[in-house]
């Protein structure tokens, strides 16, 4: 089935109630956090994609968030209350799924096309100009690299411990610890890539010392 096809039949309501409208990957992320089952505010929103979206896709701004629940509730697949609250701040608006909302991020999962991953490596894109560099820029430039993936490597394993015992939370729990894998490639690759500049770096010094 082409991808064009795939995506009519995520537009389209069961039973012929018409059609559903063509919604972003953004909207798809904040109705697939509601999917969980609990009111949420646009705050525990955002929280809970910083825990678990910005490991393997983005976490949408709050502006984002509240763009998108509002384009939900227009579509029918979310619906929202004020909640008074006991601290004495003001009140928040709490979101939860509609029965369509359930009907439409299920029909997406299992049926929209899954787009490939767009690669954009800054490092990399640094590296890929070393020969305007000096060598020691390249190294603090994989070095930091390496520091973040490990910064990343390190949260991801701590927000699987965190998540231990929330039957809910299975399968983000799954893509935490491939999160905690992916990066700990990552910053294997930069020990490797350090490697490669010394081993080039020698080659040359070779090289130049055999000319005449």
């Given at each position: 089935?082409?991808?064009?096809?795939?995506?009519?039949?995520?537009?389209?309501?069961?039973?012929?109630?018409?059609?559903?409208?063509?919604?972003?990957?953004?909207?798809?992320?904040?109705?697939?956090?509601?999917?969980?089952?609990?009111?949420?505010?646009?705050?525990?929103?955002?929280?809970?994609?910083?825990?678990?979206?910005?490991?393997?896709?983005?976490?949408?701004?709050?502006?984002?968030?509240?763009?998108?629940?509002?384009r939900?509730?227009?579509?029918?697949?979310?619906?929202?209350?004020?909640?008074?609250?006991?601290?004495?701040?003001?009140?928040?608006?709490?979101?939860?799924?509609?029965?369509?909302?359930m009907d439409?991020?299920?029909?997406?999962?299992?049926?929209?096309?899954?787009?490939?991953?767009?690669?954009?490596?800054g490092?990399?894109?640094?590296?890929?100009?070393?020969?305007?560099?000096?060598?020691?820029?390249?190294?603090?430039?994989?070095?930091?690299?390496?520091?973040?993936?490990?910064?990343?490597?390190?949260?991801?394993?701590?927000?699987?411990?965190?998540?231990?015992?929330?039957?809910?939370?299975?399968?983000?729990?799954?893509?935490?610890?491939?999160?905690?894998?992916?990066?700990?490639?990552?910053?294997?690759?930069a020990?490797?890539?350090?490697?490669?500049?010394?081993?080039?770096?020698?080659?040359?010094?070779?090289?130049?010392?055999?000319?005449?």
């Amino acid at each position: 089935m082409s991808a064009r096809r795939l995506r009519s039949v995520t537009e389209k309501k069961q039973g012929g109630e018409g059609e559903r409208p063509a919604l972003p990957a953004t909207s798809w992320a904040v109705l697939g956090l509601l999917s969980f089952g609990e009111e949420l505010s646009g705050y525990d929103l955002k929280k809970w994609s910083d825990r678990s979206l910005r490991f393997f896709y983005w976490s949408p701004s709050f502006s984002q968030i509240y763009s998108e629940l509002k384009r939900l509730e227009k579509a029918g697949f979310a619906t929202s209350r004020m909640v008074t609250q006991d601290t004495g701040t003001r009140d928040k608006r709490v979101y939860r799924i509609t029965d369509a909302g359930m009907d439409a991020v299920r029909t997406w999962a299992r049926e929209a096309p899954v787009d490939p991953p767009v690669l954009k490596h800054g490092p990399m894109l640094r590296l890929w100009l070393g020969h305007l560099l000096e060598p020691e820029q390249m190294r603090e430039v994989l070095a930091q690299h390496r520091e973040f993936a490990e910064k990343m490597r390190q949260r991801a394993l701590a927000d699987v411990e965190d998540a231990k015992g929330e039957p809910a939370w299975a399968y983000p729990t799954l893509t935490l610890k491939w999160a905690e894998r992916y990066y700990a490639s990552e910053r294997d690759l930069a020990d490797a890539m350090l490697s490669d500049i010394e081993e080039l770096e020698a080659s040359e010094r070779r090289g130049r010392g055999t000319r005449p």
